[in-house]
């Protein structure tokens, strides 16, 4: 069974940043093939897609976040990461990495607190 694990929330004042990780582990697996995402979501909110990563290396942001987010990937040690600088209070959500499809898993998600 795979397991994705994110990690690296917490709290932080507007203008700081935050590396997230979301590490896949479980069985022989590799995420190496695998496309990924980052999804947040607020209280009383929608999940919404932040960034996605493919297996290659190509990446699409959502408007809101480009240019203080960025995605990237270590194959090697099975972890996606999201970069995140310049956060707002409006950044404040529950973190999610998922993976596409064939995988189709989620991970448990991390909190991010961006306030004074």
């Known amino acids: 069974q795979v397991q994705l694990v994110e990690s690296g929330g917490g709290l932080v004042q507007p203008g700081g940043s935050l590396r997230l990780s979301c590490a896949a582990s479980?069985?022989?697996?590799?995420?190496?093939?695998?496309?990924m995402d980052w999804y947040r979501q607020a209280p009383g909110k929608q999940r919404e897609l932040i960034a996605g990563?493919?297996?290659?290396?190509?990446?699409n942001y959502a408007d809101f976040v480009k240019g203080r987010f960025t995605i990237s990937r270590d194959n090697a040690k099975n972890t996606v990461y999201l970069q995140m600088n310049s956060l707002k209070p409006e950044d404040t959500a529950v973190y999610y990495c998922y993976g596409r499809p064939p995988l189709g898993s989620w991970g448990q998600g991390t909190q991010v607190t961006v306030s004074s």
């Open positions: 479980g069985s022989i697996f590799s995420i190496y093939a695998m496309a």
């Open positions: 990563i493919t297996s290659r290396g190509s990446t």
